[in-house]
């Protein structure tokens, strides 16, 4: 799936990717290829992206 992760200043990662985990408000999800479109609030922490076989990590703070 393709992943755009955008800032109010920048795009900072934008690539083809495997899986996504994030914290949302109300808790921890993971987004695999063909989930289903949505839109969450997402909470200060961690979110992980799983692209070409490495694991990127990257802080998260509020948005959607």
Do not use: C
Not at 4 to 13: A, G
Not at 24 to 38: D, M, R, S
Not at 43 to 62: C, D, F, L, Y
């Amino acid at each position: 799936m393709y992943l755009k992760v955008i800032t109010p200043e920048e795009i900072v990662f934008e690539s083809e990717v495997s899986s996504v985990y994030l914290d949302t408000e109300k808790g921890q999800i993971g987004i695999l290829p063909e989930h289903v479109n949505f839109v969450t609030k997402v909470v200060p922490g961690e979110m992980r992206i799983n692209h070409s076989g490495k694991q990127i990590r990257m802080a998260t703070g509020e948005g959607f």
